[in-house]
T-cell receptor, first 113, second 114 residues
Framework: EAAVTQSPRNKVTVTGGNVTLSCRQT?????MYWYRQDTGHGLRLIHY???????QIGDVPDGYKATRTTQEDFFLLLELASPSQTSLYFC????????????FGKGTRLTVV | KTQVEQSPQSLVVRQGENCVLQ??????????LRWFKQDTGKGLVSLTV?????DKTSNGRYSATLDKDAKHSTLHITATLLDDTATYIC?????????????FGAGTQLIVIP
């Protein structure tokens, strides 16, 4: 079973604060994703990556940076956090292939006060 | 514009009853459709994937259908258990590979009561 581990699981920060969310997968998956989940919306793609050093812009990238330092590690950075970024963040990974399955972490709940 | 609509938004059933969750979408192309279960405070776990133009799958007490002509899918849960309490999310993939985008519904919150 593929494992995707997110840390921290919960985070509270102040407006204007600097936050880094971490994600690690240990299954040699090429693709990694960051999503946010808000009430009444489906998961929305923030950034994703095809491999170490690669970064692709998702559908809601404003206010977020991301970095894929290794095959295993994908970070989401909020350099000037705002209350609108209060959300549940999910990291996911997948492999290339037909009907490829996506494996999700357990989520990080971020609150910006 | 929301491309994946799920109904109902929430549903309460008694343990042992059956239920049906609906998913309508406008995603094009629609390569595959997957149903996920999301327990509170946990990640999404895949229940089943549907691929064919008219497809049916079964996974224990979960069964699902897909009609690509109607752009419609259903998830049936038979003999519900308290542990079925969760949010069920419909996801449409516009390609078969990881290069494609996944389009998520907002989910149906199912509550199973004793």
């Amino acid at each position: 079973e593929a494992a995707v581990t997110q840390s921290p699981r919960n985070k509270v920060t102040v407006t204007g604060g600097n936050v880094t969310l971490s994600c690690r997968q240990t299954n040699s998956h090429n693709y990694m994703y960051w999503y946010r989940q808000d009430t009444g919306h489906g998961l929305r793609l923030i950034h994703y990556s095809y491999g170490a050093g690669n970064l692709q812009i998702g559908d809601v990238p404003d206010g977020y940076k991301a970095t894929r330092t290794t095959q295993e590690d994908f970070f989401l950075l909020l350099e000037l956090a705002s209350p609108s970024q209060t959300s549940l963040y999910f990291c996911a990974s997948s492999v290339p292939g037909q009907n490829t399955e996506v494996f999700f972490g357990k989520g990080t709940r971020l609150t910006v006060v | 514009k929301t491309q994946v609509e799920q109904s109902p938004q929430s549903l309460v059933v008694r343990q042992g009853e059956n239920c049906v969750l609906q998913c309508n979408y406008s995603v094009t192309p629609d390569n595959h459709l997957r149903w996920f279960k999301q327990d509170t405070g946990k990640g999404l776990v895949s229940l089943t994937v549907l691929v064919d133009q008219k497809d049916k799958t079964s996974n224990g007490r979960y069964s699902a259908t897909l009609d690509k002509d109607a752009k419609h899918s259903t998830l049936h849960i038979t003999a519900t258990l308290l542990d079925d309490t969760a949010t069920y999310i419909c996801v449409v993939g516009d390609r078969g590979s990881a290069l494609g985008r996944l389009h998520f519904g907002a989910g149906t919150q199912l509550i199973v009561i004793p």
